[in-house]
């Protein structure tokens, strides 16, 4: 079977995909949906009927040869194949809301034709709107006042880990930095405000070294002692390459956070939408609820040193942990695509 995968060219939604059909079996062609001629690229995540129309017939040969196709990242490029232009089944894997509008100056705000034109090719008994964490689906039911029944699909994170057990050569992480002593804390917005600074403290206050840096990608975080995270999303791939590298995950707990995200300067993606529906975001917490060993969660940063000298004592339990989760998260997902695919 040949599969056409359609993204905005997400580097991770890519590789996962890859992976997992490789795994499956199955051919897969990408297509970046970067319509030509757009003065604000931004553009393509909320794609006109115009513009999807145009890009279909511009690709329309190489999207016919495929068996069966399958959107990523943003549901709203799915209108590429909508109805009679893609008459074969379709699987609109929901990465980061159906609605999902980049913050653009250019950016229309979504018309009913979207939403009508939607559910109208969900009626088909090939087309397929599945979820990659319950929050989409609870925002996609809260926002059209239709079902999403179909499973979730979390990713499996074994698409940008490579094959080799050490990290890349050209990573940019200092060698002067002692991976088995250090933790890991990401150098994205919200580490980088007063949240980044109390855990620096703790992190020190527990005899523990931390490292906050670029690096070269998933595998680059090979070797640390753990790794830190502020979630900035209803679920990211980041966790779950973390999870099959089996590391360490050091979190707020969802008390903390509860707190933490509604403070107007923490940096949430597409916060407004999660905050209108913020119940039931904090009832999943995202990904990042697994009551597991596999995450290190801390209900305050004053508790955070004691938490970690606790925790990292037992590493190895939290480790294996970690890749047993990732291991059973993995066996889940690829049977859940082979069904859809085979259905």
């Known amino acids: 079977m040949k599969i056409l995968h359609l993204s905005s060219g997400q580097v991770g939604c890519k590789n996962e995909l890859t992976a997992v059909m490789n795994k499956l079996g199955y051919e897969l062609v990408h297509l970046d949906f970067h319509p030509s001629g757009l003065d604000d690229n931004n553009l393509r995540y ?13 690709n329309k040969e190489l999207i016919l040869s495929c068996d069966a196709a399958i959107t990523s990242d943003t549901v709203p490029m799915s209108r590429v194949i909508w109805g009679d232009r893609f008459p074969r089944k379709k699987i609109f894997w929901i990465c980061n809301r159906f609605d999902y509008a980049h913050n653009s100056p250019n950016m229309q705000a979504y018309d009913n034709t979207y939403y009508a034109g939607l559910i109208e090719e969900l009626k088909n008994t090939n087309t397929y ?13 809260r926002r059209t006042g239709e ?57 020190e206050k527990a005899g523990f070294e931390w490292y906050s840096g670029r690096f070269a990608g998933p595998s ?29 995950v050091i979190i707020p707990s969802r008390k903390l956070y509860s707190e933490i995200v509604v403070d107007p300067g923490y940096w949430l993606h597409d916060k407004g939408a999660v905050l209108s529906n913020f119940d039931r ?30 925790s990292l004592k037992n590493r190895e339990s939290h480790s294996t942990a970690a890749s047993q989760l990732s291991i059973s998260m993995v066996e889940n997902s690829l049977s859940q695509w082979k069904r859809y695919l085979n259905e």
């Not at 006109?48 to 279909?56: C, I, L, P």
Request: glycine share 6%; aromatic share 14%.
């Open 129 to 141: 709107l599945v979820p990659y964490n319950e929050f989409e689906r609870d925002h996609y039911e």
């Open 281 to 310: 975001f904090m009832e999943h917490y995202q990904d990042w609820s697994y009551q597991t060993e596999a995450t290190i969660k801390y209900d305050s940063f004053q508790s955070l040193p004691d938490i970690l000298s606790s």
């Open 46 to 58: 909320n794609p006109t009927e115009d513009m999807a129309a145009k890009f279909y017939e511009e």
């Open 220 to 248: 680059d975080l090979q070797g640390f002692l753990a790794v830190t995270c502020f979630p900035y999303a209803c679920s990211i791939f980041q966790f779950f390459e973390q999870l099959a590298l089996g590391l360490p």
């Open 147 to 203: 079902k999403c029944s179909p499973p979730v699909i979390r990713p499996t994170g074994i698409g940008s880990l490579g094959s080799s057990e050490a990290y890349p050569e050209d990573t940019p992480i200092p060698s002067s930095v002692d991976r088995s002593k250090t933790i890991l804390i990401p150098p994205y917005v919200n580490e980088g405000k007063k949240w980044g600074d109390s855990l620096k403290r703790g992190i």
